[in-house]
T-cell receptor, first 113, second 114 residues
């Protein structure tokens, strides 16, 4: 158990809809990252939040956005869903942005029809 | 660009046999390297990590990995595999500036035969 939780566990949406995924970081961790893992692939970095501000972004369009709250929770929002957004979304927290070790939650599996 | 390559998509071993999963990285500076394991439908569990020092690192569940700078490799090993080790294994390297994100390989699926 890493202490990182995510909700919901599974979600089905249709193309064009919007979705919000939630993550609760391990207590005391002020940095959270989100990753997208398509079927049969390794996770890919979406973005990172440090003290409620975006701290870095991977190769994902602006319709992927996020929020981080003072209570160690965070959200990943995806607008205008596309079929290719179907994936497992993982959040990972770490004690501070300069730390190297990240601890992952169980993920949210999103299916876009 | 920084990258991680796991050459073996799928490996099958018999229970009790030894295991080696290969990982090669491409990174200019001193790498920070990780191995994670993912069971079906689950998140990623950290097995071990290498930052510096002794190039042979021990992890959980009896796994170890050896960092070889000359070969740009960080291979994962286990002397005797158990049926419960069947899972997908990911090698990753820390990349990026202030974000310090992980760049993952595409994974190796391990099947364990009884």
């Amino acid at each position: 158990e890493t202490g990182v939780t995510q909700s919901p566990t599974h979600l089905i949406k249709t193309r064009g809809q919007q979705v919000t995924l939630r993550c609760s970081s391990q207590s005391g961790h002020n940095t959270v990252s989100w990753y997208q893992q398509a079927l049969g692939q390794g996770p890919q970095f979406i973005f990172q939040y440090y003290r409620e501000e975006e701290n870095g972004r991977g190769n994902f369009p602006p319709r992927f956005s996020g929020l981080q709250f003072p209570n160690y929770s965070s959200e990943l929002n995806v607008n205008a869903l596309e079929l290719d957004d179907s994936a497992l979304y993982l959040c990972a927290s770490k004690r501070d942005r300069g730390q190297e070790t990240q601890y992952f939650g169980p993920g949210t599996r999103l299916l876009v029809l | 660009a920084q990258s991680v390559t796991q050459p073996d998509i799928h490996i099958t071993v018999s229970e009790g046999a030894s295991l080696e999963l290969r990982c090669n990285y491409s990174y200019g500076a001193t790498p920070y390297l990780f191995w994670y394991v993912q069971s079906p439908g689950q998140g990623l569990q950290l097995l071990l990590k290498y930052f510096s020092g002794d190039t042979l690192v021990q992890g959980i569940k009896g796994f170890e990995a050896e960092f070889k700078r000359s070969q740009s490799s960080f291979n994962l090993r286990k002397p005797s595999v158990h049926w419960s080790d069947a899972a997908e294994y990911f090698c990753a390297v820390v990349t990026g500036g202030s974000a310090r994100q992980l760049t993952f390989g595409s994974g190796t699926q391990l099947t364990v035969l009884p």
